[in-house]
């Protein structure tokens, strides 16, 4: 699959949130952390993309949900995937999208073709993937129980799980995590560091 495509996709996403993190006064952390190292998508994002691309269709319903930028769903958009989805809760980020999406339709025109939704997360509709990737923000410990019930609903879920609801930065709490999702009748399979597939037990 093409690494080169994916390259060349992640130095013109970087590029533009570069100037997005220039033209405004005071920008995210995350972001400004993200071009500072170099990338739009970093080392777990690619891995993920490379994942998808080599396990589903290009008709699979992909949906990512904190999108952010999008930079996920573009990607996997520009790579030909057809029927892609990013939801995020903030207008700001979903303008930045927009933004990058035409930028990167420039050279790939597929990636304008994915759907953006000023929404909250996907509690009842069915995709055959979500993508959960350093969603944190609304979503706290309470109700991770919530979430991971919700994701039963859907065919399968890649997350980080390093990042999901709080961050869970040691062992421990990581090996707790996956007992929890276990708990929920999910079963996990390991992607990349701390990148998992999880589905419904059959
Ligand atoms: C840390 S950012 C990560 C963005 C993107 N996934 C990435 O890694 O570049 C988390 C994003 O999730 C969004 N978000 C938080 N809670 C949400 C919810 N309930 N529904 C939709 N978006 C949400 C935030 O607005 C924010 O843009």
């Known amino acids: 699959m093409g690494m080169q495509k994916i390259k060349k996709i992640n130095e013109i996403m970087t ?14 952390n995350y972001y400004s952390t993200k071009i500072s190292q170099g990338m739009a998508l970093g080392e777990s994002e690619i891995e993920i993309i490379k994942f998808i691309s080599e396990e589903f269709g290009k008709n699979a319903a992909i949906c990512e949900p904190g999108c952010g930028m999008g930079q996920i769903p573009i990607a996997l958009s520009a790579l030909g995937f057809n029927n892609v989805t990013g939801i995020e809760v903030r207008k700001d980020r979903l303008d930045d999208s927009e933004h990058l999406k035409s930028m990167v339709s420039n050279k790939f025109k597929n990636a304008g073709k994915f759907k953006l939704l000023l929404d909250r997360f996907p509690n009842s509709n069915l995709y055959d993937l979500l993508i959960t990737f350093n969603f944190v923000s609304t979503y706290n410990n309470e109700n991770t129980d919530k979430l991971l019930e919700s994701f039963k609903s859907h065919g399968c879920v890649i997350m980080d799980i390093s990042r999901f ?36 037990v059959d």
């Open 15 to 28: 590029e533009q949130i570069k100037h997005i993190c220039e033209t405004r006064e005071a920008f995210d």
């Open 165 to 200: 609801g709080i961050r869970r930065d040691t062992e421990e709490e990581l090996h707790e995590f996956l007992k929890k999702i276990n708990s929920h009748g999910l079963a996990f399979e390991r992607i990349f560091k701390t990148i998992y597939m999880v589905r419904k």
